[in-house]
């Protein structure tokens, strides 16, 4: 096709004069360029009420290729068709039936694809948002009228927006007050806050409900090996020592963890995703994400590991050995200073990189082939199936890291008491404990304890979910992450 072809193309020629009326629209003062004040008033006046005063920066630093300050009418014109073109790329993503319009569940089921989940609630107000003619479903033109000045087309920002954009419009603020920008960044901490809020409680009651399951493994970890005793013993034990009460040894150190660890977590996880894809506008490949889990991962690791020294003494402790968690702290920081808070710290590094590579991949793989299997069937998995893959791909990551998590242990159970337990140099280190261990016991020795461990997966990843979407509900969070 020549280029006197495709100008007199009439698809072209109406995108180029709709394009054309609208920077006419928003060129206030008629001088053929448009400023971030004539934007920002024009975009008021034609309704865009949802676009931030920092959004409309963004959008006139990305579009202003002269870095003249303004935008002529060609750099408006070439930047949105390029900004549309990507637009199209990702509704016909979300268009799974290809019939040139998105409703809810093809919402839900493309939100699926991408590792997102949303309950039917959300998928309605995702619609409700756009959809301007009220036909509970989204064409082309709705969704590219709505995002034409989102400042990015990556897809990962705009469902972010998006929905962010569709929880606001649920809230009643009484009256207008501060900026679009500052109500925005109000309410993404509240979110933020809300669901970190939702995950702590439904980690507190997930690790409260398996608690004697964990400290059942870890006493068998430490003292499996040298006692010999079976399952059933050890519980006995435990029961003898400390009561009822004391089946819950550590539980509260564990529970004090989870705000700080899942904050850094998210936040450094978001970080290293930011900086993978620095100006690309893509999606996170799946070793990408593998690095930026990892190193969110080591990161809260290496910031909370005391809190994990002390949870494993203040388990295997006996009755009337430590007052309070202060206590502890006190005891082994006086017997070996401020190291003693990072024994077993290399190999729980070092088993952050498999565990995560395989729970990811694994379910990955599940997922993809249950989304896909659903796709067919023109359904989306239940919170059951994706539950279900969740729980598999955890045991297959703990079975790969499990003896370093052992290793781990052993090393943590020494804090403290490195003059009282008397033992071999060999035994104070990782590879010399490995060594050890595999001389003494055999493979089988690095994983002792795996069977309590195994049996608390499926019920605590049960239980969080259900209490997370229970708290989530009562805090008004219609958005899952």
């Excluded at 702590?200 to 004697?212: E, Q, Y």
Aim: hydrophobic share 40%.
């Amino acid at each position: 096709m020549s280029s006197k072809d495709l100008i007199a193309d009439p698809g072209v020629v109406a995108e180029s004069n709709r394009l054309k009326n609208l920077f006419d629209k928003l060129d206030l003062n008629k001088d053929g360029r448009i400023d971030s004040e004539e934007l920002a008033a024009g975009l008021h006046n034609m309704g865009y009420f949802h676009i931030s005063k920092e959004q409309i920066e963004m959008f006139l630093q990305r579009s202003d290729s002269s870095k003249s300050g303004d935008l002529s009418l060609q750099e408006f014109v070439e930047y949105l068709q390029k900004h549309e073109k990507q637009l199209h790329f990702v509704f016909s993503k979300l268009d799974t039936n290809k019939d040139g319009r998105v409703n809810s569940a093809e919402i839900k089921v493309a939100f699926k694809n991408l590792g997102i989940s949303i309950g039917v609630e959300e998928a309605e107000k995702l619609v409700s948002r756009i959809d301007d003619d009220n036909s509970l479903d989204i064409s082309f033109e709705e969704w590219r009228d709505y995002l034409m000045f989102h400042p990015s087309s990556n897809i990962d920002d705009i469902i972010e927006y998006w929905r962010q954009e569709s929880y606001l419009t649920q809230m009643d603020h009484g009256e207008d007050v501060g900026t679009p920008g500052d109500i925005s960044d109000r309410l993404f901490a509240g979110i933020w806050w809300r669901h970190l809020l939702a995950g702590g409680v439904a980690g507190a009651v997930s690790r409260t409900c398996t608690a004697p399951l964990d400290r059942l493994k870890v006493m068998k970890q430490v003292h499996g090996g040298r006692k010999r005793t079976s399952l059933k013993d050890t519980f006995k034990y435990m029961l003898k020592e400390g009561g009822i009460k004391g089946l819950w040894r550590g539980n509260g150190i564990n529970v004090i963890k989870i705000a700080p660890e899942s904050a850094l977590k998210f936040w450094a996880y978001d970080e290293m995703k930011k900086h993978i894809k620095g100006t690309d506008n893509r999606d996170l490949f799946i070793h990408e994400r593998l690095m930026a889990g990892s190193f969110a991962g080591a990161l809260s690791q290496t910031v909370i590991y005391p809190l994990e020294v002390m949870k494993t003494r203040l388990a295997l402790r006996k009755t009337g050995e430590f007052k309070s968690i202060f206590d502890c702290a006190t005891k082994i920081f006086k017997a070996d200073g401020f190291k003693v808070f990072y024994k077993g710290y290399w190999p729980n590094l070092f088993g952050i990189i498999p565990y995560a590579g395989i729970d990811l991949a694994v379910y990955e793989t599940l997922k993809a082939y249950c989304v896909e299997k659903y796709v067919e069937e023109n359904r989306s998995p239940n919170a059951l199936v994706l539950l279900s893959c969740g729980t598999f791909s955890s045991c297959c990551g703990q079975l790969a890291a499990y003896p370093l998590a052992l290793v781990r242990t052993k090393l943590q159970s020494q804090a403290g008491l490195a003059g009282k337990l008397g033992l071999p140099v060999e035994q104070t280190h990782t590879l010399g404990l490995f060594r050890y261990i595999i001389r003494t016991e055999g493979l089988k020795g690095l994983y002792r304890g795996i069977v309590p461990n195994f049996c608390k997966v499926a019920p605590a990843v049960s239980i969080s979910y259900y209490v997370y979407e229970r708290t989530r509900s009562r805090l008004g969070v219609e958005m899952c992450s």
